[in-house]
């Protein structure tokens, strides 16, 4: 084997070496990226969750409150056991609205600052603070489960999930009340 084939020979070796470390650099560096995007998907999606649990917590106890205090409800607690859940409530959710801030992209975070204005109007209602009708009242719940409808859209986006829970084949629903109460 003459000079110039050896050199040939190094040469495809040097190339395929080089060749092999530089596609291995690029898959391991891909696989990171996807790991660190995975992981805080998933925090993202436990921050979400939790964010959603304690509002929905906060209305029902605010709905437990005004009921009792309207007299639309038998409560084995009374209206100050009542607030005190609904204090320890709101203050997870505040914890569960900061992680949401730290992990959301744009639109989520706007949508988490429109649920938590519109579950604040429900809570004033129901401890007094503010005073309304029945229908204000309805009106505020109406408007708590729509903003927290749109707080899915966008927590679904910023994830990736594909579909949607409104539009044509979701049609928007409206407050579940017993027959006795609907039309009052």
Known sequence: MGTGEQIITVV????GALTTHL????????????????RWDERKLTAYENYIDTVRACIFLAVHLYEVKE????????????????????HRRGRAFERVLLLAGDDVVEA????SQVALEVDWQATGKVTGSLAEWRDR??????????????ARQDLGVSGSV??????QRDLLLPPSQRNS
């Open 166 to 171: 409104t539009g044509e084949r979701h049609p």
């Open 71 to 90: 007299g639309l409800r038998e409560s084995d607690q009374d209206e100050r056991e009542i607030l005190a859940e609904i204090r320890e409530s709101t």
């Open 112 to 115: 988490a600052h429109k649920l």
């Open 23 to 38: 596609t291995n650099y690029l898959t391991e560096r891909s696989r990171k990226k996807h790991e660190r995007s995975v």
């Open 141 to 154: 719940n109406r408007a708590v489960f729509g903003a927290l409808t749109a707080f899915y859209e966008a």
């Open 12 to 15: 495809a070796v040097l190339l």
